[in-house]
């Protein structure tokens, strides 16, 4: 079992950068590839990001590669997403998910874990 708890949103303005984290239970968290969604208002979750058990291997939607990053410190038990030059269509909950396997995934049935997820609202 998996426990996740996610931080670091806010209200920011179109352009800013903010660093969610989500810190994770249990002594398993280095050998699973954890995720970050989103889910707008009226729509559905969403793939962000995604990281395997190391660090060496990422994925990204299109909608945000070259603006954020996923890193994970397996020492801490967290990963990280970076988001910087915020858009306004960025405004969404933030969900941080783990899966027991070591590679990553990019839908939501891929993920076993999920935390309660973060406000992030960027006003344009």
């Known amino acids: 079992q998996v426990q996740l708890v996610e931080s670091g949103g806010g209200l920011v303005q179109a352009g800013d950068s903010l660093r969610l984290s989500c810190a994770a239970s249990g002594r398993t968290f280095n050998s699973y590839a954890m995720g970050w969604f989103r889910q707008a208002p009226g729509k559905e979750r969403e793939f962000v990001a995604a990281?395997?058990?190391?660090?060496?291997?990422?994925d990204y939607a299109d909608s945000v590669k070259g603006r954020f990053t996923i890193s994970r410190d397996n020492a801490k038990n967290t990963v990280y997403l970076q988001m910087n030059m915020l858009k306004a269509e960025d405004t969404a909950v933030y969900y941080c998910a783990a899966r027991p396997v070591s590679y990553t995934g990019t839908r939501y049935v891929d993920y076993a874990y999920w935390g309660q997820g973060t406000q992030v609202t960027v006003s344009s």
């Open positions: 990281i395997n058990w190391s660090g060496a291997s990422t």
